[in-house]
């Protein structure tokens, strides 16, 4: 590993725009170009109808709290009108968000299957050793990579819609409940980064012990004869014992760091239904808003925290990976450094 110790390092972004770059510059980069377009098309969409949402959310509340039975009705009907067109843009926006995740996993696992084979980097990785389970980081990593990569990326974007869409709405709810809402997350996220940055080196150390385990497995299976005629039962039984150890004993570890982060992150996210609550419903006590006013605020105070709050959110998912990021990178580095022959197209 590169002594990366934080989600956010330099050669975790550096070895991520490469990815993208080449995948973007392939033929498949069209199509995929095609796909990322209308991702975006449907991000605005979910976020538009997530506004109006609030919105309807709002005067339906209010609505029931002055006993209007006709704009009940109405602001019912245009709920489930909201929701059905809600779900119908969601349904595509995971459709395209596959088909773009496929599209990218298949051009980068036959491009470094292609450079694996082709250019013998095969042998020269199993004469020296300088990469470990190069099987794991050609299947399961590239597709860690492809599918967490576009999630992400897709997070962010989502994340800043929301904030471009939700500010508006908070602060003319609030000015106050905006401003808590941004210091709230901006604490929360350094909180979140301070706890759980022994994760990345962890999960790193993780996938190689799971991975030694595994292979200690497949060879015991391939040599059982041998080993049942050369006595080595002992020293086989052994072998493995200590595989259980490493990855159990690192497995612990970084049970203790989420459980850490956990007490935290839990904590922060039960506060986000009460802060808006308790900022907004005074201003319902005094007159000064409607009481769907409360609802809206509690939605959009969440929604916009949401966004802000990716880092708090999803800070597991990240740090494992990282590690996913910088061992791929390793490996098709080590491979284009390493091959026999000229690197394929």
Same mark, same amino acid.
């Given at each position: 590993m590169n002594g990366s110790t934080t989600a956010f390092s330099r050669e975790v972004f550096r070895r991520i725009a490469r990815t993208v770059r080449i995948f973007l510059g392939s033929p498949?980069?069209?199509?995929?170009?095609?796909?990322?377009?209308a991702l975006f098309l449907l991000m605005f969409a979910i976020n538009g109808m997530n506004v109006v949402n609030s919105f309807v959310g709002r005067h339906?509340?209010?609505a029931i709290e002055s006993r209007d039975s006709q704009g009940?009705?109405?602001?019912?009907?245009?709920?489930?009108?909201v929701f059905a067109g809600s779900t119908f843009v969601g349904v595509m926006f995971r459709f395209t968000e596959?088909?773009?995740? =496929?599209?990218?996993?298949?051009?980068?696992?036959?491009?470094?299957?292609? @450079? !694996?084979?082709?250019? +013998?980097?095969? #042998?020269?990785?199993a004469r020296e050793e300088s990469i470990t389970n190069p099987d794991q980081r050609i299947s399961e990593d590239i597709r860690q990579l492809t599918t967490t990569t576009l999630s992400f990326m897709l997070m962010v974007m989502n994340g800043t819609m929301t904030v471009l869409s939700f500010s508006g709405? =908070?602060?003319?709810?609030?000015?106050?409940?905006?401003l808590v809402?941004? @210091? !709230?997350?901006?604490? +929360?996220?350094? #909180?979140?980064?301070?706890?759980?940055?022994?994760?990345?080196?962890?999960?790193?150390?993780?996938?190689?012990?799971?991975?030694?385990?595994?292979?200690?497995?497949?060879?015991?299976?391939?040599?059982?004869?041998?080993i049942a005629r050369e006595g080595e039962q002992m020293r086989t039984r052994d072998r493995l014992m200590a595989g259980i150890d490493d990855l159990a004993g690192n497995l612990r570890r970084i049970i203790s760091v989420n459980r850490n982060l956990s007490f935290f992150t839990s904590g922060y996210n039960y506060l986000i239904q009460l802060i808006p609550v308790l900022i907004v419903a005074p201003l319902f006590i005094r007159g000064k808003v409607e009481f769907g006013v409360i609802g809206q605020a509690t939605m959009a105070f969440a929604t916009l925290l949401g966004a802000f709050s990716l880092i708090i959110t999803q800070f597991q998912a990240i740090s494992a990976y990282a590690s996913v990021i910088l061992r791929l990178g390793e490996f098709v580095e080590s491979a284009e450094k390493g091959g026999l022959g000229d690197p394929p197209p």
């Open positions: 498949a980069g069209r199509k995929a170009k095609w796909l990322l377009a339906f509340m209010s009940f009705v109405r602001f019912a009907w245009l709920y489930v009108a596959e088909r773009l995740g =496929l599209l990218w996993r298949e051009f980068l696992t036959r491009r470094v299957v292609r @450079l !694996y084979v082709e250019r +013998g980097v095969y #042998l020269h990785m709405v =908070l602060w003319t709810i609030s000015p106050k409940l905006f809402a941004v @210091l !709230y997350a901006i604490a +929360g996220s350094a #909180l979140t980064i301070w706890l759980g940055r022994p994760l990345i080196k962890l999960n790193y150390r993780q996938a190689d012990c799971e991975a030694n385990f595994r292979s200690q497995l497949i060879w015991t299976h391939e040599n059982a004869d041998r």
